[in-house]
């Protein structure tokens, strides 16, 4: 095949690779499924199209797999690791930017994380983001998910002492730029903090958050 | 003479040709001032070098005229205008923002209007603009001026029920692009009620706040 | 629900939250129309497509509801405000602009202004435009409207003694940019009292025009 | 030496190759001057420091050399053409734009043209422009000048049958872009007729203006 | 209706508005067509889809109107103009560029001029161009397009006399960014006697070309 | 026919004109490959839709015709050149890079070269790379291909001492910008002996190899 | 005074609000400085010219206070906090980038964090990275500073399983575009488990880098 | 030191380490100036200042260093290489390019090639190009040299059969963007066989060159 999977990866980074689907072909993605599968890690697939899970679900090796449809990520848990104390809150400004949320959930979750969604608390209407200030105050790390002027990083920013992850969504029209504006609001967010991943990127956002609360829960 | 002065602008538009200084030449400003000054009018000139504001000085002619060193502006109050009630307010997100803070006050004073001025109080520090909530919304027109990420803007706007002008300034390094981050975030606000006007441009901002502001109390 | 309506606006903002339809789901644009429709204020939906119109219909609960197809917007009028006195005059500078114009027109309206289109007159045939001075002058706010070069906002600026609201549309081709050539050339007009919005924000316009207008005719 | 003067270029296109002295050393500027005077063509310098110019005069060689510090050309006349009877008009929008109007002024001229300039009327002012239609009317062609938002080249050429040669400057601040929003704006013009040259290129402008104007005045 | 059509421009700019359909409803479209067509004079539109065509033919009104399917244009020819004795020659770089060629010789046609086109001839094979080379010289105008890198312009510049008119065009992939590569190339072309018009804009190219043309044979 | 085949380039360029089919009409595609077969050389065709082979098909004229669909090229070979012993090695990131690859595989092998294709080796898991070290040490030109941050070049830049042509891919999404992120990523390599081709262009990377290698084997 | 310093940052964010120098005048540095020192936190001020480290010397009130000229910051310590067991490691690919990583190693210091600095491991030369493999994996987080190609945060990113926070800096030229080319790289990187902050912002990286180590070492 | 400098890197690559000075300090460079040539190889500094070079010679230790002011370098020849005997031409547009040239030639030499250079032959003067062709055909690489819009790589492009490394350079202004404009026009050529390097980058392509010229020579 023309794959490579890099297998060593899960004793480098402490999570196997990872299948990025966007213009992989269907039989690609199955196959590489199957060779992760095979070393009874968990297996997660991101960026897939529903015609990719029926292709693995046709197959009838793999039961336990699950397509999360707004996020567009297919999971396979294998494994059960116990659940870390902390937690990863997953905060967004608008209900258009949830698809991102999503896929940083079904990431978070799949890596053994406790995840807490808050939707569409935007910075136009403060009183929603202020009434979960406690909630944000304790958890070990933010990923705060917006899209046009992307002010909520900066806000998140300024209101908590742990890492705040921030994704740009491509959300908005006209100068929103497909997310290039949210993203650069969020590069020079005057909030100490905030490091930024890519435009929709929700993935990179979870598995960055993840690493950081697994270190910060082992040493207990 | 190269210029060719608007001389009809009061009556079309309410207030004389303002002086933009920027790349013209020192003797051109001077007599462009003086031929402004002719007419009675309040003068403004923007963007002046204290070299041209000498050179006015030395004809010995415009006693009164002063100079901002901050916004660096001009100004020939000739007229007394009746103050009115009702309020501008301009606000920044940090103390770097002063320059374009002092274009806009001194801009709106020349205009007959009362201009209220607050600084710093960006969106790392929340607490710092709530604490002005009631100013703000008590206010005619409120002028946001903010560098970096610009989220003053879209916070600013979800707290208030009149215009808010939004003046993204130059502050910043790398993706700050020299203003264009803030601009685009301006120009993307989640908020309703937010106009936006070029980076730096403290007086169009001004301008805007002042005829809004006049047609307002006129009214009484 | 995901959604979290923001419905202290109305107190804060004089207006209640407006449904920004694009990119949520059918459901859940129909769920948020529903709740903001029962704290009896009007309702405004933009970018909606007839699909979710055909939904909020179909629920048989908004009788009153309206489509207004170029505009794309979905109004519901629960409140009979008395109509301002002043005038918001909406200017566009060709016909492809007119969606644009619709979607200002209907806002305005259903924030109880009064408001009147003018089409189709761009600066390539000036007369179109001088032969509406007087209509314009005696506007208390022009909403200018321009896809290409975005003349029409300078020219318009030079002519009026209110604020004019410029509109960039993504009318063009090549490098118009989608709209982008036309915010630059508004940017940057060299006429004083223009401030601009996001490209084919046709609603941000007319939300700006109305509380302006409101705020002139108020104190009557 | 290093250059490689192109001498068949007065045959092939008319007018002798032009020095464009950016980025030249003095010494390079000088050689090529002498070179390009032996032919007995007139010649022409652009982009040139007074340095260059003080360098060609200690020469001695060429007394009938002259320096335009404003548009910073050197010019050796060295044939009297016969003036063409039709008129090239070269206008700007502000006083800042000055210095490219210059430097294609002073190019039409070398190359024998009949030009007349007007400044500073920009679109802020239509009636400045107005004034001057009868003038644009009877041009053979329109050199058309300005800076920020570039609209004057529009509104000229809707006024006017004969060919707009328009030239963006850099005149303006933040998103002017150093004339990028200029020559934007030009090239989507809505007025028929219309062509376009680089920022600040007032040389290029009067070259294709002379070209023309010389066509049409050979048939007499 | 909406549409204003400029019906003056004819006095002034000497010939009818043409109509830009694109973006344009099929109803507007007939609407102004018999608007203009009413007039007597001949009628151009551009960017016609078959369907406004189609339309055009089912009123029954305009046996005599042509639809060019490459370059898109419809056109109605009203009165016989003179021929002209000088010549445009329109040439492209690729045979992709054909399109676009097509609208600019459909418009020299329509407004009355005499047209050559010269296909495929780009700069990677010269003696291709270097065959033409009498062709160019001995022509009034000539019409450059090319998409890619757009060096042809700059080619043909140096090889002519007469004014040069580049049009970049759309064709190409990656960094030609849908044109913009081959626009800049043509902006900084080294060639003197060069202008420019919008990316695929083959309509401006030869409404320049033809009133120059014009101008240049009225004389004789 | 409007195609004006370049029949010299064979013989100043080493091989003849290869068809760029993006953008042309199926049966000018057809007239060139005829015209092009009948010289007796090998025929490429890039960027054929499989309705473009299906036409070349039909003909009937050329049974050893070929359709390559990843890579989307047809091939005619007429010509068996002898294979050079030195080699070019095609090496991707990703799978996802993998049509780019068999563009540039399919052009070395019609243009008569030894390559060999190594895939999926990125430097997220850099083994699978150094794996490959013997190999790519032991190749005449290297062919580095890779979408997203485009780090591979660089890498295998530093590894060895022959040429490296980079070919950025439009793989990746937001901010890689359809290619750019790794063509910027490309031309600003930290490695000596890279030089870099346009987006996508698996032929041209191949084409340059191709002469490098032949030129270094003809040698022998 | 004007600036209106954030007083309860210590107590949400954890740390005092940091003095950033650039485009402040002089004074209010000092001022500012003084006011933080009173509460009797450590003092941290970052792109400080030696001109305000001079003014806030000339006070004799800080004569704890100290510069570091590379990174451009000024520190004054008052706290010794308990030196955290974990470890940052900052690392750079050029020797160009050790202004970034200085003011990447000055706040991580008196955020009182244990730092390790690697300089000149760029991927030209990756045997120098891998030599450093086991002190990489044994760090809590790692910091990757790159200009150019930014390549280094991928590599890096793929060789260890903490967070790596990813810092473009302007170093290179041309297409490097001050940085943006590296920061586009480290957005699209393929290694999981990379966040990136603005070009050339160190503060930022040891910022993020400073809170996850203290927080994965609190635990213990 | 902070530098660690690459010494496998002439094994791996064939040439040592490059020192690139822009941006670092001084007494860095004399550091590894010395570090380099004590192996023994031949030494190459880009990019170098004047004072720089006097640093260098101060040490007294490398009488055998020299400067080259133009292209920037400094060498220090320690072997004498046999003269391969195929040759590298060099090639520029404009005389404004030499300083990009004189790089790349002594780039070249140090790396014992043998190099041709030819100025000021740009397609504007096409003839000036026409007669080096013979010249150009019998050379092993070609390297073109072009700033403004870079059209000199697509015309020898397609003259030649050998490699054409194409270099963009800063020469121009407006919209050349420093350089941008003709590296795109570069990466857009419709001529095979040009590959393409960073903005005034003439070390990278003498570089490239250079291993391409010595593979070829090696063999016989
Ligand atoms: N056409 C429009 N353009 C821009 N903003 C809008 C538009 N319509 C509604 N909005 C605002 O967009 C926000 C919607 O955010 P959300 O619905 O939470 O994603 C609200 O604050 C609305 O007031
Ligand atoms: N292909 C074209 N490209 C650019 N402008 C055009 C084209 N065809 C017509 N026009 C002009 O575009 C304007 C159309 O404006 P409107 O039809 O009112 O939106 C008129 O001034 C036409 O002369
Ligand atoms: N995939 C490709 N990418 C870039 N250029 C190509 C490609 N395939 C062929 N070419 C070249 O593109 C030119 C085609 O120009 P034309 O077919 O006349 O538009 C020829 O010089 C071909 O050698
Ligand atoms: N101001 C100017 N802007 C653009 N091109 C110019 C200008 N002045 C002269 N030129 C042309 O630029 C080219 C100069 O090339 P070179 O002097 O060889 O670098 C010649 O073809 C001139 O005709
Ligand atoms: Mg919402
Ligand atoms: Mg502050
Ligand atoms: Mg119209
Ligand atoms: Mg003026
Ligand atoms: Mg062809
Ligand atoms: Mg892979
Ligand atoms: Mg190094
Ligand atoms: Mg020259």
């Given at each position: 095949g023309f794959a490579?999977?890099?297998?060593?990866?899960?004793?480098?980074?402490?999570?196997?690779?990872?299948i990025?689907c966007?213009?992989k072909a269907v039989d690609h993605v199955v196959e590489i499924?199957?060779?992760?599968?095979?070393?009874?890690?968990?297996?997660?697939?991101?960026?897939?199209?529903?015609?990719?899970?029926?292709?693995?679900?046709?197959?009838?090796?793999?039961?336990?797999?699950?397509?999360?449809?707004?996020?567009?990520?297919?999971?396979?848990?294998?494994?059960?690791?116990?659940?870390?104390?902390?937690?990863?809150?997953?905060?967004?400004?608008?209900?258009?930017?949830?698809?991102?949320?999503?896929?940083?959930?079904?990431?978070?979750?799949?890596?053994?994380?406790?995840?807490?969604?808050?939707?569409?608390?935007?910075?136009?209407?403060?009183?929603?983001?202020?009434?979960?200030?406690?909630?944000?105050?304790?958890?070990?790390?933010?990923?705060?998910?917006?899209?046009?002027?992307?002010?909520?990083?900066?806000?998140?920013?300024?209101?908590?002492?742990?890492?705040?992850?921030?994704?740009?969504?491509?959300?908005?029209?006209?100068?929103?730029?497909?997310?290039?504006?949210?993203?650069?609001?969020?590069?020079?967010?005057?909030?100490?903090?905030?490091?930024?991943?890519?435009?929709?990127?929700?993935?990179?956002?979870?598995?960055?958050?993840?690493?950081?609360?697994?270190?910060?829960?082992?040493?207990?």
């Open positions: 490579r999977v890099d297998k060593h990866r899960h004793i480098r980074c402490g999570f196997p690779e990872v990025f966007q213009g499924f199957r060779e992760l599968a095979s070393t009874g890690h968990n297996v997660l697939a991101t960026r897939a199209s529903e015609e990719m899970f029926a292709a693995i679900e046709r197959t009838g090796e793999f039961p336990a797999a699950r397509y999360e449809p707004l996020g567009r990520t297919i999971t396979l848990k294998q494994q059960t690791e116990s659940e870390p104390l902390g937690r990863i809150t997953v905060i967004t400004a608008g209900t258009a930017d949830i698809p991102v949320a999503m896929e940083a959930v079904t990431t978070a979750e799949i890596l053994g994380q406790n995840v807490e969604l808050i939707c569409d608390v935007g910075v136009a209407g403060l009183h929603r983001l202020l009434d979960k200030v406690e909630l944000l105050q304790s958890s070990n790390v933010v990923i705060a998910i917006a899209g046009m002027e992307g002010a909520l990083a900066s806000v998140v920013g300024g209101l908590v002492s742990c890492p705040v992850i921030a994704v740009p969504t491509s959300v908005g029209y006209g100068t929103s730029f497909g997310g290039v504006t949210a993203l650069l609001a969020m590069l020079n967010s005057c909030s100490s903090g905030v490091s930024v991943v890519n435009i929709d990127n929700g993935f990179s956002a979870a598995y960055n958050a993840s690493i950081i609360n697994s270190m910060i829960e082992e040493k207990n």
